[in-house]
């Protein structure tokens, strides 16, 4: 195939703007943004997960605090019962003795209710502290997700608008491209390498493998106007003036 010198070179444009494309993609698959917005999600979720661990901690302890609370209301109002039966002085000796023991019994069992009922608000004290800074962290989190979204959605927008810009340019130097030129051109890209590259010394510009000397030979001796391919990856290989230090 043959090729005027002017369209060799605005290949190489286009194959400029191509990968500057590749580029872009690739960034927008690996937005640091992204990933950013990726691990304060990640530590939303746990903080999350952690806090639900909590809140059925203190429900399991509320349960408890309800239940000896309602102990210690019962054992009471035994105690004022008894206490009542005392003060009415109706009661003969037997009954007495055993109202005294009963009562006895009664303070004993209400003294040890309430050292576990102590025991038991303490853990939820410690554990309510404990909820209050881990619902802090998770408003404090949640207010990172907002910016790192913002910050991700404008680097997306960039890209958006630097792939309109190079899709733009693009159009404007495939006008005046020959059309058998692009469709070599983008069948090789096809591939999944380069389209085209320049000659760097003895290297394939795309490849970056090193041309042997007689293939060497047989591209420098070739008219400028020839489409010559790497022989390693089928590359358009562009020559200009100094290509073959």
């Not at 002017?6 to 500057?20: F, K, M, N």
């Not at 809140?55 to 054992?75: H, M, Y």
């Not at 890209?159 to 692009?182: E, F, M, Q, Y």
């Not at 007689?214 to 106007?225: H, K, L, S």
Request: proline share 2%.
């Amino acid at each position: 195939m043959k090729a005027e010198v002017a369209q060799q070179r605005s290949l190489i444009e286009l194959a400029e703007i191509d990968a500057e494309v590749g580029r872009l993609d690739h960034r927008a698959k690996n937005l640091a943004e992204q990933q950013s917005l990726d691990a304060i999600e990640a530590e939303h979720r746990t903080a999350n997960d952690g806090l639900a661990v909590v809140n059925l901690a203190l429900e399991d302890l509320e349960a408890e605090v309800s239940k000896f609370e309602s102990e210690i209301d019962g054992v009471r109002q035994r105690e004022d019962r008894d206490r009542s039966m005392l003060d009415s002085g109706s009661v003969n000796p037997k009954q007495l003795s055993e109202l005294q023991h009963e009562l006895e019994t009664l303070q004993r069992r209400q003294s040890s209710l309430e050292d576990s009922l102590l025991e038991i608000m303490e853990r939820r004290e410690a554990l309510q502290n404990d909820q209050a800074e881990r619902l802090s962290k998770i408003d404090e989190l949640a207010d990172q997700l907002s910016i790192a979204r913002a910050a991700r959605d404008d680097a997306l927008v960039a890209i958006d608008g630097s792939r309109h810009n190079l899709a733009g340019r693009r159009s404007g130097v495939t006008v005046r491209l020959d059309a058998d030129l692009i469709a070599l051109y983008e069948r090789q890209r096809g591939h999944g390498g380069p389209g085209a590259a320049l000659m760097q010394g003895r290297r394939c510009g795309a490849c970056r493998i090193e041309i042997d000397r007689g293939e060497m030979q047989r591209i420098t001796a070739a008219p400028e106007d020839e489409v010559l391919r790497c022989p390693e990856c089928g590359a358009i290989l562009l020559r200009f003036e100094g290509f073959a230090k």
